[in-house]
């Protein structure tokens, strides 16, 4: 005989011979539920959980497993790697770099399968990374072109896995023949593409007659900014706002091109002046890192790592 489980003091779950669960008698708002199955709590490894408005949320900054002890819908929101901002080349010069496009966001709701596990792999050192839970694809954002650099001044385009997926573009650089490059492209469709939603968009492009001045990376809620006056980058696209871990952040933003551009969704803002160092993108946030015009050492311009969420009650 199926044993009763107390979950909190309005629900009364219980198993049936075959594993599975049913309501014996629950309520909500005072009304009588009947037929519905609440999942069971289920297992991680490296990961944190937190309980946040009546949901179980699962956060990963890195490699683990999620394994559901019930078949049923779970929410998950994920980004992907943000693209690094870009430097002048080969040495410091008024042709600084474009900012970094954010990774794509992926949202939506899947049905897992009880007792099995799957893995969370972040996969950053593969060149392109891609971020994987449950067959999606997070994919990472482009690099922003290179200043003072004329067969590299183009905005890289966002990783895409085909039509309708793809990480947000970087920004465009001017190269040393004042000729400007182009802002990186994004394939994402920003709507649903296979039952879940993608974002990503296209990097900004650098001031059109003055080197000093380059995009802004592209971010998942919007293109990067261009840049409108030789002395000031574009900034970064805007990024995604999600709320599952108690306060609203947003997530794969664009980060500024050099220099002076600002970085929005969790980017990096750009170095102000020439051997500068840009501003640390936010972590976890697949954001891309801000624009410099400091090839010769670490500036802080690479794109942040990305992140998983994974969400559901339990009862009710």
């Known amino acids: 005989m199926a044993t009763n489980l107390n979950l909190g003091t309005k629900v009364l779950l ?3 011979s075959k594993g599975g669960t049913k309501i014996g008698r629950a309520f909500r708002g005072g009304q009588r539920v009947y037929g519905e199955q609440f999942p069971l709590p289920a297992s991680s490894t490296g990961a944190t959980e937190s309980l946040v408005n009546g949901y179980t949320v699962v956060e990963f900054n ?16 994920m980004v992907g790697q943000g693209g690094g901002g ?8 008024s042709f600084g770099g474009g900012g970094g496009g954010g990774g794509e966001v992926v949202l939506g709701s899947l049905t897992l399968t009880a007792g099995t596990t799957y893995n969370i792999d972040f996969d950053l050192s593969s060149i392109p990374s891609e971020l994987t839970f449950a067959g999606i694809t997070a994919h990472e954002g482009g690099g922003g072109g290179r ?10 385009d966002g990783e895409t896995s085909g039509a309708g997926t793809g990480g947000s573009g970087g920004g465009g650089a001017q190269d040393n023949s004042s000729v400007p490059g182009t802002g990186g492209t994004s394939d994402a469709e920003n709507g649903v593409v296979g039952g879940v939603y993608r974002f990503g968009n296209d990097g900004g492009v650098p001031h059109p007659t003055d080197g000093n001045g380059a995009g802004g990376g592209g971010g ?19 990024g995604i706002a999600n709320d599952w871990l108690g306060s609203t952040l947003y997530y794969g933003g664009g980060g500024g091109g050099y220099p002076s551009g600002q970085g929005f969704g969790g980017g990096g803002d750009a170095a102000t002046s020439t051997l500068g160092s840009a501003t640390l993108p936010r972590a976890n946030s697949g954001a891309g890192g801000g624009g410099v015009n400091n090839p010769s050492g670490e500036s802080n311009n690479s794109g942040a790592a990305g992140k998983v969420l994974i969400r559901y009650k339990i009862g009710s």
């Open 14 to 16: 219980n198993p049936t």
């Open 147 to 156: 200043g003072n650099n004329s067969s590299d001044n183009d905005g890289e």
């Open 62 to 77: 890195g490699n683990g497993t999620f394994t559901p002890a019930t078949t049923t819908t779970y929410e998950f929101f």
């Open 86 to 93: 870009a430097d002048a080349s080969p040495t410091p010069s």
């Open 220 to 238: 998942a809620g919007g293109d990067g900014g261009d840049s409108q006056t030789d002395g000031t980058g574009g900034d970064g696209g805007a």
